[in-house]
């Protein structure tokens, strides 16, 4: 039997003849034409220090890469049929819509006029609420721009569809995700929020530098972690996901929290949520790119430039992004959309771990987050 450790403890037992199958799993997990990230030199004595797959029927995950980078791929996570089923879906949704309250939703220097001051916002914790690509409002009207159809309007959908959605639901509350997320050393996880983002062609919005923990604050230690599905292929044309392998070795840079001045004082004239500085020194490296983008032309240049790597996947790949990872994602110049579903999950009550009362999002009367 051999006993493959990860720096949580075994995550998986393999006996002698599956650990034969070892360098097909690897060969899996360096497909030609993607990047990978991480030290994938390999020999047979580094590999079992340095690597733990965990194995399962539906899926293979590199956990140690993963502890080493905080991002990583678990290939075909999800099935061709399940992509389409949850793209259906959400086409039937957006189709029942009424988009007579329009909002943007932006990641630029106005997310706080946005985002910060939006009862619509707020409110979309355990519902399906609806957000538009900044570009898609004519400003004088209030109105969709001419000629714009709602479908290809929206930003992302959220942030409650694992709660109030069957087809979302069932594939939240699989068995895959809830195994994945104990391989990878979650032990009471649970699930605050779920997004379903479009990535529009042609102007499908950038998504400035941020750490997901800065929206999913943990106390008394960051906890969130990312699951990104692929429902279509995501590639450096339309939009795919880049990080920066061992940045969540990095504190926390920024919080976005409730402003006291509206909650507590009564001011309805403050904005609702503002960010705050988390570390001293906010002359870092990765201070000048954060909630922007690097400097670069074009922006490819700048992101490989402050050391992000592209994680271009094929639909039903899942991209692991660690709470503390730096990623952001660049405008789609594509014809193609980019839509993907993501799952924002926390470490649980029963590991000590508490969900900041100053996150934007609260549920109702205290309620829990669903348990994985
Ligand atoms: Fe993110």
């Known amino acids: 039997m051999l006993v493959l450790l990860s720096p949580r403890g075994p995550l998986s037992l393999l006996s ?3 650990s034969k199958i070892i360098p097909f799993m690897f060969a899996r997990l360096t497909r030609p034409g993607l990047q990978r990230a991480g030290n994938l030199t390999l020999n047979s004595t580094s590999f079992r220090r340095t690597f ?3 194995v399962c029927d539906g899926f293979q995950v590199d956990v140690q890469s993963f ?3 905080g991002v990583g791929i678990v290939q075909n996570f999800a099935s061709q049929e399940e992509c389409e089923k949850m793209m259906a879906q959400m086409d039937t949704l957006v189709s029942e819509w009424d988009p007579s309250d329009l909002v943007v939703f932006r990641t630029d ?12 916002f707020l409110d979309s914790g355990d519902g399906i609420a609806f957000f538009l690509e900044p570009g898609a409002v004519d400003e004088a009207t209030g109105l969709l721009q001419e000629g714009r159809s709602k479908h290809l309007s929206l930003n992302k959908v959220g942030h409650g569809l694992h709660v109030q959605d069957s087809v979302f639901r069932e594939y939240s509350t699989s068995s895959r995700v809830s195994e994945l997320t104990r391989a990878l050393g979650w032990i009471d996880p649970v699930l605050p929020q779920s997004m379903y983002i479009f990535k529009q062609p042609h102007d499908g919005a950038e998504v400035t530098s941020h750490q997901d923990s800065a929206f999913l604050y943990t106390e008394p230690r960051q906890t969130c972690l990312g699951l990104w599905l692929a429902l279509e292929d995501a590639t450096l044309d339309n939009g795919c996901v880049w990080a920066r392998p061992g940045s969540h070795h990095e504190p926390i840079r920024r919080q976005f929290y409730r402003n006291p001045e509206y909650f507590e004082q009564g001011n309805k004239d403050a904005p609702q949520m503002l960010f705050r500085n988390l570390i001293q020194d906010d002359t870092t490296e990765p201070m000048k790119w954060e909630g922007k983008l690097p400097e670069g032309v074009p922006a490819e240049q700048g992101a490989y430039d402050a050391g992000f790597v592209p994680y ?7 991209v692991l992004i660690h709470g503390s990872v730096d990623h952001l994602s660049l405008k789609n110049t594509s014809d193609k959309s980019r839509h993907t579903f993501q799952l924002h999950l926390i470490e649980g009550p029963k590991q000590g771990v508490a969900w900041s009362k100053e996150n934007w999002l609260q549920l109702a009367n205290g309620r829990p987050f669903l348990s994985l």
């Open 312 to 318: 271009e996947c094929k639909q039903g790949d899942l």
């Open 52 to 54: 733990a797959v965990h």
């Open 67 to 69: 502890h080493d980078n």
């Open 16 to 18: 002698e003849a599956s």
């Open 109 to 120: 220097d106005k997310q706080t006029e946005n985002q910060g001051n939006s009862d619509y």
